[in-house]
């Protein structure tokens, strides 16, 4: 099955914007469901689908498309979606992953060759929530920059190429790494002008770049810049699927065509060529295209929702500077787990709230679309 036929029109993708946002299961089964596609869900990056909400969908493409299994992450709708995102990103190819954790290791080690110092932000998922995979598995030196910022500022990556090119022993950068959207800093967007210094420097001097772009997706909303702008300044790009594009898992590494080839030997050796990965990302290539305008009315609802929460003394709400997907809600006079308890039985869900506070940090996605900012407002009124 090429990727043409599968988001061709009708049957599940003839749905277009209401099945992307899964705004009621009629649309769907035909049969109308209370329990299914209604929740407000403040935690997920996507729709947050249920075990049950995931397989109806499945179930309902396997009855409508030809579904083409992959072998070993090989071929089949795999490829397909390979494809879709290569051209998304106007890259020459990429290739799936089972994972973000690997997607970053395998860009950087390739990427790095002989040159095992590698550039990247103090906050990136790579530096702290990979397991120093890329140290002990790849025998790679990361160099952590900017700890408590979002930004490396071109300065201090002159300073770590200098002091590395001048040791008793040359030691080379050969990649910088960087992530924007941060998730360690609630979502927070890397600075445009210094994130395009620091790429035009590192060309310059023949250091290879590589973007954590795992919710990269949102960035055009909040910058103005495309995808294929933001893809253009780095060699290589990862792409989460499941974030933002509502599968089981996976991760998507493009690059150019020289890069990708071959890489599924390095995938197999690192235990990530699954032998059937079509089940977890069968339903990702019908969100892609239409993401960003689904994220766009989300945040158009979010916004009045916002403004309504304002004007109530119980609630303060503030943005994040530089922000993408995130706002931070504090709750006055009210305990956050009660709180969120009242909201869960009327099917909003919110996140857990930051440490020691009833500051909830909510996610903007398009589970916002299934109801109206009035009703959201008032439900939050109510649960307060």
């Not at 390739?110 to 702290?128: F, P």
């Not at 200098?162 to 890397?190: C, L, N, W, Y």
């Not at 509502?246 to 690192?270: C, K, P, V, Y």
């Not at 305008?293 to 989300?298: H, I, R, S, V, W």
Request: aromatic fraction near 8%.
């Amino acid at each position: 099955m090429n990727r043409r036929s599968f988001v061709a029109a009708g049957g599940l993708l003839a749905a277009g914007a209401a099945f992307r946002t899964a705004a009621g299961s009629a649309a769907i089964t035909g049969k109308p469901d209370p329990t299914l596609f209604k929740t407000v869900d403040f935690a997920a990056d996507g729709l947050g689908l249920s075990p049950r909400e995931y397989t109806t969908l499945l179930d309902q493409l396997a009855a409508t498309h030809e579904l083409q299994a992959d072998y070993y992450s090989n071929g089949g709708l795999v490829e397909d979606l390979e494809r879709t995102f290569a051209r998304v990103l106007g890259k020459e190819r990429a290739i799936l992953l089972p994972t973000g954790t690997l997607a970053n290791h395998l860009a950087v080690r390739k990427l790095a060759g002989a040159d095992r110092r590698v550039l990247v932000q103090a906050e990136s998922h790579l530096y702290n929530d990979s397991g120093d995979c890329a140290q002990i598995l790849s025998g790679l030196n990361l160099i952590p920059l900017a700890a408590g910022n979002s930004t490396i500022e071109l300065t201090e990556v002159q300073r770590w190429l200098d002091r590395s090119a001048g040791g008793r022993v040359e030691t080379k950068v050969g990649v910088i790494s960087i992530e924007t959207p941060v998730r360690r800093r609630d979502h927070q967007m890397f600075s445009l002008d210094e994130l395009r210094r620091i790429c035009a420097y590192a060309r310059g001097r023949g250091i290879r770049l590589h973007l954590d772009g795992a919710r990269m997706f949102n960035l055009p909303h909040h910058s103005g810049v495309g995808l294929q702008e933001f893809a253009a300044l780095f060699d290589t790009v990862y792409v989460s699927v499941w974030k933002h594009f509502n599968g089981a898992a996976g991760a998507i590494l493009a690059g150019d065509e020289s890069f990708i080839e071959g890489l599924f030997h390095t995938r197999r050796l690192f235990g990530g060529s699954l032998h059937n990965l079509w089940p977890t990302v069968a339903l990702a290539a019908q969100f892609v295209d239409g993401y960003q305008a689904d994220y766009a009315k989300a945040w158009d609802a979010a916004d009045e929702l916002i403004a309504r929460l304002a004007a109530d003394d119980r609630f303060e709400v503030r943005k994040v500077p530089d922000g993408t997907s995130r706002f931070l809600l504090t709750v006055r006079g009210a305990k956050p787990a009660p709180f969120s308890e009242r909201l869960a039985k009327k099917g909003v869900m919110l996140p857990q709230p930051k440490p020691d506070s009833a500051t909830f940090p909510m996610q903007v996605n398009p589970t916002l679309a299934r109801t109206s900012p009035q009703a959201l407002s008032r439900l939050f009124v109510e649960a307060a």
